[in-house]
């Protein structure tokens, strides 16, 4: 069986998201030293901190990258998103998906992102840390983990060894707070993918804008693409129009999902924008609209010169003169 670069690039996402994501999770969930320490790592790379933090290298070098490469943050750093990706997935295993369960594309909530993110922008210049704790994906995995899935872990570690471990346990509040949040993100992303991170995420609002003028992107051939939807009903971000055939870039978490189901190879991870090999529309030449008006009845090839639609459907095409 022949290995595309379509697979390459999509099994090599799913392993590096997930070496991170188990990282992360150890590193939160962990009673040794060991692991603790790779959270307090990856926590040093991640977006939401670092802007908090004024910690300007992150940031520069995170920006950069998504204009290079589009948002692989959201695809492979960002535990959270690794998270919406796994719950997203369990459900979809069965080889035949019933309809709702496929995905669609659906407008951007362009409103209610810019507004979350001028929320969140003018909650970290205050200093309101309840607003940023509750909309920043790292604060809401590792609190998640901390407050919720520590314990558990802790509690069967008693089990299971000797001697125990010290279980810190969150306040009730917290923990209620940590699994509503958690289960409402959970629950968006079992039934539309990455709906979070592209309509409430501050930082995939922030990415979306830099990955709009990504140099690498998915792109689409329209001169193969046969309207199978597959794509579409493959792409967690519901952000392939085949209408138009365009990606919209700044909802794109590079996640490569749609690559491996085109059996046509009609949608590609590149630098360059498609063009058609036989356009739409072309120019004939300059027209002098001297008052001429034509009329073409089941005209083929027609174009915006009468002598052309004429010389190419002389039984169908008449052309008529305004009466002086």
Request: positive net charge; glycine residues 6%; charged residues 15%.
């Amino acid at each position: 069986m022949r290995i595309r670069s379509a697979d390459i690039l999509r099994w090599g996402r799913i392993v590096a998201a997930l070496i991170m994501w188990v990282a992360a999770t150890a590193g939160l969930t962990s009673y040794g030293m060991t692991f603790p320490r790779l959270a307090v790592w990856i926590e040093r790379v991640q977006f939401m901190p670092a802007a908090m933090a004024f910690g300007i290298t992150t940031i520069v070098i995170w920006l950069i990258v998504t204009l290079l490469f589009g948002r692989v943050y959201c695809s492979v750093a960002c535990p959270l998103g690794v998270w919406q990706d796994i719950c997203s997935r369990l459900p979809r295993l069965r080889r035949h998906l019933p309809s709702h369960l496929r995905y669609r594309y659906s407008q951007p909530l362009t409103l209610l992102r810019n507004i979350s993110l001028a929320f969140v922008a003018a909650a970290i210049l205050l200093g309101i840390n309840i607003v940023t704790s509750h909309t920043d994906p790292w604060k809401i995995y590792s609190e998640l983990c901390t407050d919720v899935a520590k314990p558990i872990w802790g509690a069967a570690v008693n089990i299971l060894s000797y001697p125990p471990v010290m279980i810190a346990a969150a306040s009730l509040t917290g923990t209620t707070i940590s699994i509503i949040i958690a289960g409402v993100i959970s629950w968006l992303a079992v039934k539309n993918g990455r709906t979070f991170c592209n309509s409430i995420c501050p930082v995939g609002t922030t990415l979306g804008y830099v990955a709009k003028y990504s140099i690498y992107h998915i792109d689409i051939n329209t001169d193969k693409c046969t309207q199978c939807r597959k794509c579409e009903q493959a792409c967690k971000a519901s952000c392939i129009d085949l209408t138009s055939h365009v990606v919209d870039s700044s909802r794109c978490v590079e996640c490569f999902d749609c690559l491996p189901v085109c059996e046509n190879d009609a949608i590609h991870y590149t630098w360059s924008r498609h063009q058609l090999s036989t356009p739409l529309m072309i120019k004939v030449g300059d027209i002098k609209p001297s008052g001429t008006r034509f009329k073409l009845d089941g005209c083929t090839g027609c174009s915006s010169n009468p002598q052309v639609n004429q010389q190419n459907n002389p039984q169908n095409a008449t052309i008529s003169r305004p009466s002086e």
